[in-house]
C-alpha cells in the first residue's frame, strides 16, 4: 500500500520491569486516497469524520435516534 505507514511496539522485555511494553493504542483512518473517512459508533459522541459526512452515513445505513453517553478517556 503506498504511503501508508505502520506503528508497531515490539518492545517487550527489552527494559527491566518492561516500562516499554506495548500499550492499548487505537489508531483510525482520517482520510484514505484524498477523501474524508467516517467512524460511526452507537453512541453519537463517538462518531468522527466531516459533520455531514457522518449524517449521510447515518442515513445511508439507517441509523436511528441515538442517546449521548459521556465519555471516558
Do not use: W
Not at 482520517?30 to 449524517?55: Q, W
Amino acid at each position: 500500500m503506498a504511503g501508508a505507514q505502520i506503528l508497531t511496539n515490539d518492545f517487550i522485555g527489552l527494559t527491566a520491569g518492561d516500562t516499554l511494553a506495548p500499550f492499548s493504542l487505537v489508531c483510525k483512518a482520517v482520510g484514505a486516497d484524498g477523501h474524508p473517512t467516517v467512524k460511526l459508533s452507537d453512541n453519537p459522541l463517538k462518531a468522527m469524520g466531516p459533520e455531514g459526512e457522518v449524517a449521510r452515513y447515518k442515513r445511508v445505513f439507517g441509523v436511528g435516534e441515538q442517546e449521548a453517553m459521556e465519555v471516558r478517556v
